[in-house]
């Protein structure tokens, strides 16, 4: 169980000091976790697993910058995926009061096995990027999915670089206030 | 979209993140709406008259430093209650031991004075603007503070809510104190008190709804 806690915050702590390639294996290892913990509590509806570990990782990566190096990871990971599942659930059934308490779990009894076997998204983000607008859209899909430099997508838009930066930041948290509205 | 596909999108490029983002968010929030406070209450309502002696005498400080220690308390809550998987902390249990002492002194005063004068050490005469301006003048600083905390991660929204509803109080409660010409503890300990609650009660109120981010 330590070893998840210290090999994920290692991982996320050389991510947020620039390092890519350590935040991908980050994010792989997160979202199995997070795979197990959803299917565990989402028996009923499989089918919105996917989704959520989706949005729970576009969640991570818009709110790191509130992970604090002197706090547990873990923690930190659950109660993320914690406020998403209940979103969820209170989406399904607005009327019902839903008795998911966001208080009574500490995030670290809640270490699950991996799951390493996506299913198929019901949603397709791709689609959804699709509908923001250009100053978000372009920038997301220049730099973030083609891995073309920031000055490069800047030349090709005629945007200057900040907007590309901000775009590309506004247009992944406008990418996750649509994923959450349309469920 | 893939999760995998998904993944190697967001990785890609520099994922780095500023140290500190917390405390410079809600830092600087709190710093505008000092500075906001201050223009309206020195500004509009003009400080008290007597100002220049006034900051000779104790009491000014005391009623300063009622809700300066509220901002001090409920900042520390905000910041933790603004990162997913933190508890209010120690703030809370403090604040109310504060309250409980500040209770106390001011009930002791009452007993103590004389009969005749008991009323005016209690009621003063603005309870009820001190109460109405704090709690107007909190408003704006309020919205501003739910901004900031939509932009980190609360995932218990109701006490961050509350947390900074009090920050917002104390904030306009100590820009309010430069205006108010009451000068007794009783006064300070339920009218400000009341002033300061009220916004704090307000976030809580507000916070499933308008804290909620995706």
Known sequence: MEDVEETLRALLLLALAGDSEAYAVFLTQSGARLRAYFRRRLSTSPNEVEDLVQETLLALHNRRHTYEAAQRLTPWLYAIARYKLVDLLRAQSPRRRVEVSLDDEDGASELQPADVSPAESQRDLLKLLETLPDRHRLPIVLVKIEGRSVAEAATATGMSESAIKVGIHRGLKKLAAEASKRR | ?214
């Not at chain 2, 309206?40 to 000014?60: E, K, N, S, Y």
């Not at chain 2, 820009?175 to 009220?198: K, R």
């Open chain 2, 1 to 214: 979209m893939k999760t995998d596909a998904l993944i190697a999108m967001l990785a890609r490029g520099h994922p780095g993140a500023p140290p500190r983002a917390v405390d410079r968010r809600l830092g600087t929030t709190v710093a505008a709406a000092f500075a906001l406070a201050l223009i309206v209450v020195l500004g509009t309502l003009h400080p008290r008259a007597d100002l220049g002696a006034a900051v000779q005498l104790p009491m000014f400080w005391w009623k300063l430093a009622v809700p300066l220690v509220l901002v001090a308390l409920s900042f520390a809550a905000a910041r933790r209650l603004a990162c997913p998987g933190q508890r209010a902390g120690s703030a809370v249990a403090l604040g109310a031991a504060l309250l409980a002492l500040l209770w106390a002194v001011a009930a002791a005063d009452v007993v103590s004075a004389p009969g005749a004068s008991r009323r005016a050490l209690v009621l003063g005469h603005s309870a009820l603007p001190c109460v109405a301006l704090i709690a107007v003048l909190a408003l704006p600083v309020l919205a501003a503070l739910f901004v900031a905390l939509r932009n980190l991660a609360p995932t218990r929204l109701r006490a961050a809510g509350a947390a900074a509803g009090a920050l917002a109080g104390g904030i306009a409660a100590a820009a309010y104190a430069l205006h108010c010409d009451e000068m007794a503890l009783p006064f300070v300990a339920i009218w400000y008190v009341l002033g300061m609650a009220i916004p704090a009660g307000l976030g809580a109120l507000l916070a499933p709804r308008w804290l909620r981010w995706a």
